[in-house]
């Protein structure tokens, strides 16, 4: 049987594809992986299909042994890797034979690493997804020390040409964004915006939540609950925004003052609390 086994979870680990879009009439959350780049290259470093499920990481940690031989990759901030206490490098395609244990440390920088196998984490999919998604509960369970995920069939052959030279995240992030569609409910929404925010604690794969200016809202309308996207900025009552991430809910209560462009969403999931960020707003 294609297998790995799960020698330690660390903090938290997940199974993780590229979601499950197209289900947010029925109030389900697009999830999948927060860094969607790192995804597609670590299944390009295996030979996978780039939609192909890995194991999102928060903080490193993760230790898993191959029950055959396998073809794996890490990627996402720089960390150290090692095979059997030996370092092995991230960023490139490392073979692990019947046995050995591949261990992710603490990345010195961001978030989440991404573990891809030859074949891919092949636990059953739900609304065709196989992405655990945090708010709503669908999906596989987070990992946990001593279990055993399936693996699929090979299709294709593990390439070094995506090898790249991983940067570490910065601690200091310029986010463009587009105002609306309640921007005029706030005054100088682009201004404010565009003030020095710090993320949270609080922060996770729902939204990154950030402290700063609040932004002062002059609306006194009553909003509906209306759908929200994957980037929305909203804002309750206390001022201080919330970028949605992938495990956002579909609709909510409160104005949303901008939305994160796609290709930055990826530098926000791998923000760490006290990273100071900025919002360039454009039209």
């Known amino acids: 049987m294609r297998a790995l086994e799960i020698v330690s979870a660390g903090s938290l680990a997940l199974v993780q594809d590229l979601g499950r879009p197209g289900y947010a009439h029925l109030g389900v959350p697009p999830s999948g992986a927060l860094d ?27 230790t898993v042994r191959a029950a055959v031989s396998s073809t794996v990759a890490v990627t996402g901030p720089p960390v150290a890797v090692s095979v059997d206490g030996r370092e092995a490098g991230s960023h490139t395609p490392i073979s692990l034979r019947p046995g050995q ?40 369970a987070p990992l946990s020390d001593g279990t055993t995920v399936p693996l699929g069939p090979v299709t294709g052959v593990p390439s070094g040409a995506d090898v790249v030279a991983a940067s570490p995240a910065p601690s200091q992030l310029t986010v463009p964004v587009l105002l609306g569609p309640r921007d005029d409910w706030f005054a100088d929404a682009a201004t404010t915006l565009n003030a020095q925010w710090t993320v949270t604690a609080e922060s996770n794969r729902v939204g990154v939540r950030l402290d700063g200016p609040p932004l002062r809202r002059v609306s ?50 791998q923000a760490r609390p006290g990273t100071l960020v900025r919002f360039h707003t454009s039209l």
């Open 220 to 269: 006194t309308s009553e909003l509906p609950s209306e759908g929200v996207l994957t980037g929305a900025i909203q804002v309750p009552p206390n001022g201080l925004p919330l970028v949605f991430l992938a495990d956002h809910p579909t609709t909510g209560g409160y104005p949303v003052v901008a939305v994160v462009r796609r290709e930055s969403l990826g530098a926000l999931a």
């Open 36 to 62: 969607v780049a790192a995804l597609r290259l670590g299944n390009r470093l295996v030979g996978n299909a780039e939609d192909a499920a890995g194991i999102e990481t928060l903080l490193g940690g993760l």
């Open 101 to 140: 244990k591949l261990t992710i440390g603490r990345p010195s920088s961001g978030l989440r690493c991404y573990l891809t196998v030859s074949g891919g984490i092949a636990v059953p999919p739900v609304l065709g997804s196989r992405s655990t998604d945090v708010l709503s509960g669908l999906g596989p």
